[in-house]
C-alpha cells in the first residue's frame, strides 16, 4: 500500500497505513531493507513468521486469541513487506 493524499502535502501513505512525509517514509524503509541484507535479517523474518503465519491456533482458541494472533500476522506483514527491496518509483 504505497500512496500519496491528496490535499495533503504529498503525504506518503506505505505499508502500515500511517501517513508520513516520503522522505521519512524512505527513511524507514532504508533501515527495514539494511536490516534485511544481514544474514540475522532473514533469520529474524523466518522467525517472526514460526510464530505468526505458520502458527496454528486449537479449535478451541477465544475471540481474543483469535484477534491477538491476527494482529501479530498483520504486524509480520508490514515487517515482511518493509523488509523486501522497492520496485523503483514507488515511492
Known amino acids: 500500500m504505497k500512496r500519496l493524499l491528496a490535499g495533503h502535502g504529498g503525504t506518503h501513505v506505505g505499508a502500515d497505513g500511517i501517513p508520513r512525509k516520503p522522505s521519512v517514509e524512505a527513511e524507514i524503509v532504508r533501515v527495514f531493507e539494511t536490516i534485511a541484507?544481514?544474514?540475522?535479517?532473514?533469520?529474524?523474518?523466518?522467525?517472526?513468521?514460526?510464530?505468526?503465519?505458520?502458527?496454528?491456533?486449537m479449535a478451541t482458541a477465544s475471540d481474543a486469541e483469535l484477534r491477538h494472533m491476527e494482529g501479530m500476522r498483520a504486524l509480520y506483514a508490514i515487517i515482511k513487506e518493509r523488509m523486501s527491496p522497492r520496485n523503483e518509483g514507488s515511492l
Open 37 to 57: 541484507a544481514l544474514p540475522e535479517g532473514g533469520a529474524m523474518l523466518n522467525y517472526l513468521r514460526s510464530i505468526t503465519a505458520d502458527a496454528v491456533l
